[in-house]
């Protein structure tokens, strides 16, 4: 199978600033180490949005730069689609994890007839909207979008910040792209209450990391294949706040008691094995909260083993 990498640099859904630079991060650790990651697949430069941060952005202070958004992912949307199409692997690098919006849109759009299963892998739950977040970040919010599941919460969006989540929402078609029963997340372990109460609503399928070292990392990769087999696609987010600050410190939000290199290795190249599984996406990796690009590096060698298993698929 054919492997593409889509650079989608767009970091407008962060609070802190440079995911926009991850995957420069990972070309400089594979010069540094020899890797041929970028010898093994073409690459596909997305145009971003970024210079919106330049802008004011007190329009919508409960989604910021949420316009900036909407053509981004829907570029994306389409560039995920055409590869999956024409039977190419896409490697998603961004970028913060707002940048789901667009892949598992394109996703869902490449197999319109088909449920997708997202397997998300991740410390935290993505799950508030413009009602609910308390920090107006995007990227907090993507898992609520792609489902469209709205709680109300406290705040009181604009009508300029509705419209735009509308339109992104509507990204590829307006049904929901996922569904709550076809959505595993895998690392969860700091979300709000009003994030808690939609998965314990919707009854979603959580692996903490104490559960996954109860049975390791190979178990948990059989029973979540085994739990979306009515799926007919599978689209996998990892997002590396999932991994231990122990590992590296250059993501935005990083939370104690992550995942260690080898279980997150072990994860991607299980589930990266299953010929269901269309898209991968490898977000929030910020150079400029690292020392020494050690995050890049780790992940790196997360990333080297799925070029090898997806082109002999």
Not at 35 to 40: N, Q, R, V, Y
Not at 161 to 187: C, F, H, M, Y
Not at 207 to 228: I, M
Not at 287 to 298: I, V
């Amino acid at each position: 199978m054919e492997v593409r990498l889509i650079e989608a640099a767009s970091e407008i859904g962060a609070g802190t600033r440079g995911t926009s630079l991850g995957m420069g991060a990972l070309r400089v650790a594979a010069w540094k180490m020899g890797s041929e990651l970028f010898g093994h697949a073409e690459e596909s430069i997305l145009r971003d949005e970024n210079d919106v941060m330049y802008e004011d952005d007190t329009q919508s202070p409960n989604a910021h730069h949420i316009d900036g958004l909407i053509r981004f992912e829907s570029d994306l949307a389409f560039e995920v689609y055409k590869f999956q199409r024409n039977n190419v692997f896409p490697i998603i690098v961004g970028g913060d994890h707002s940048i789901a919006i667009g892949s598992v849109s394109g996703t869902k759009m490449a197999h319109p007839g088909e449920r997708i299963g997202v397997i998300w892998i991740d410390a935290h739950a993505d799950m508030h909207s413009p009602w609910t977040t308390p920090s107006g970040n995007v990227h907090g919010m993507p898992l609520a979008l792609l489902m469209n599941i709205e709680m109300k919460g406290q705040n009181r969006p604009r009508m300029f910040t509705l419209d735009a989540w509308d339109r992104l929402r509507k990204i590829g078609g307006n049904e929901p792209k996922l569904s709550p029963q076809d959505l595993v997340i895998i690392g969860l372990r700091d979300y709000e209450k009003e994030e808690e109460a939609i998965i314990k609503e919707h009854n979603i399928k959580v692996v903490t990391v104490e559960q996954l070292r109860k049975t390791g990392p190979d178990a948990v990769v059989k029973d979540v294949l085994a739990y979306l087999a009515p799926c007919g696609k599978l689209h996998v987010s990892f997002d590396v706040d999932s991994l231990d600050p122990s590992i590296s410190v250059g993501t935005g939000t990083p939370v104690p008691e992550g995942l260690f290199l080898d279980e997150a290795r072990t994860l991607l190249t299980g589930f990266c094995s299953d010929p269901k599984t269309v898209a991968l996406d490898v977000v929030e990796i910020n150079p400029a909260l690292d020392t020494r690009n050690a995050m890049a590096e780790n992940v790196l060698t997360v990333m080297e083993p799925l070029f090898h298993i997806l082109r002999a698929r």
